[in-house]
């Protein structure tokens, strides 16, 4: 009996000490998995992460503007000039009639009369003159606004090129970034450049577009389309191809 009375104890122990390690493990057994956590990543401007080892367009050569051409068809667009103005002068004189007829039957009216007389001369060197200051004045203005025309273009061509070297630059500091090589710091800055770049082109844009309707404005009105199409024309950049 005393031999049974044992083996019973030893099982209880042995159980009490399975429920004791069972139910201090219980907490570190039931433990959830950690989340995977990923690393910020500061957004491309454009939105796309692609990689920094894609090679950059080659340097297209943008289609020279030919100033001279541009000037001489505005002038041949200007609606043409109004009647030339010549300076009249006028000379009034006075008439009595009581010299030359027998008045005694005459109205009071008939008395006397007043004479115009115009003198237009064949050369008036002041309207010329006037003249000659507005056509100076107009070609001026004109020349202004083809150089401005040309000058926001060749702006604009720079900063489409801008956009490229930095969208290239910007990709490389993301990925800097992403290995801990530097911190975010080197992105932000390439980012805040592309952003620079891409507001002067709409900036230069908006400037060729200015003058190019300047130009437009002071042309015949049958002639301004085609002119308009010949202005846009040359300010369109022609397409090239990507590389590989």
Not at 91 to 119: C, L, M, R, S
Not at 172 to 186: F, L, M
Not at 220 to 238: H, I, T, W
Request: net charge neutral; charged share 25%.
């Amino acid at each position: 009996m005393q031999k049974w009375n044992l083996y019973a104890l030893i099982i209880a122990t042995q159980l009490a000490s399975i429920s004791l390690a069972k139910a201090i493990e219980l907490p570190w057994q039931q433990a959830e998995e950690k989340p995977t956590v990923l690393p910020f990543e500061v957004p491309r401007l454009h939105g796309q992460s692609e990689s920094f080892k894609n090679p950059v367009n080659p340097l297209g050569s943008a289609p020279l503007i030919d100033t001279d051409s541009i000037y001489y068809a505005a002038l041949n667009c200007y609606p043409e000039q109004s009647t030339f103005k010549i300076s009249v002068n006028l000379v009034a004189g006075y008439k009595a009639n009581t010299d030359q007829f027998e008045e005694d039957d005459w109205p009071d009216i008939t008395d006397h009369y007043i004479g115009i007389v115009a003198k237009m001369p064949l050369y008036d060197t002041t309207d010329r003159s006037r003249s000659r200051d507005r056509e100076y004045n107009r070609r001026v203005k004109t020349a202004s606004h083809v150089a401005r025309f040309a000058q926001a273009l060749a702006n604009r061509n720079y900063a489409y090129r801008e956009v490229g070297i930095y969208l290239a630059m910007e990709a490389r500091a993301q990925a800097r970034v992403s290995q801990g090589i530097v911190g975010v710091d080197e992105q932000i800055k390439y980012l805040e450049k592309t952003a620079g770049a891409q507001r002067n082109i709409i900036k230069t844009t908006a400037e060729a577009t200015e003058h190019r309707l300047a130009l437009i404005a002071m042309c015949d009105s049958e002639k301004s389309d085609r002119f308009n199409d010949y202005l846009v024309n040359v300010a369109n950049l022609p397409k090239t191809v990507k590389t590989q």
